[in-house]
Nanobody, 113 residues
Framework: VQLVESGGGLVQPGGSLRLSCAASGFPFSRYAMSWYRQAPGKGRELVADITDAGGWTNYANSVKSRFTISRDNAKNMVYLQMNNLKPEDTDVYYC???????WGQGTQVTVSS
């Protein structure tokens, strides 16, 4: 199992970023996928979920109406569109396949003026 996150960076408050996660080594289209985030010294927080076919999504209250999770099963990719970013969104973001105990290196998102 390999999960490779990308797309993070430094952005000003109110800005946008689109994170990508390339998955391989498992039958991607059969797995629900999630995005998590983690700050240094803190636990990992679930940000958003999407079902295997993409028909249902779920979001943490803190990101509802600002973030959108999506997937492309033909490309084994999952995305997180993040709009109206706030300083409290600063974290390392990870993708994960439901029930698969494997994590990528994450991608750093920093929201600061």
């Amino acid at each position: 199992v390999q999960l490779v996150e990308s797309g993070g960076g430094l952005v000003q408050p109110g800005g946008s970023l689109r994170l990508s996660c390339a998955a391989s080594g498992f039958p991607f289209s059969r797995y629900a996928m999630s995005w998590y985030r983690q700050a240094p010294g803190k636990g990992r927080e679930l940000v958003a979920d999407i079902t295997d076919a993409g028909g249902w999504t779920n979001y943490a209250n803190s990101v509802k109406s600002r973030f959108t999770i999506s997937r492309d099963n033909a490309k084994n990719m999952v995305y997180l569109q993040m709009n109206n970013l706030k300083p409290e969104d600063t974290d390392v973001y990870y993708c994960n396949a439901y029930g698969v105990p494997s994590w990528g290196q994450g991608t750093q998102v920093t929201v600061s003026s």
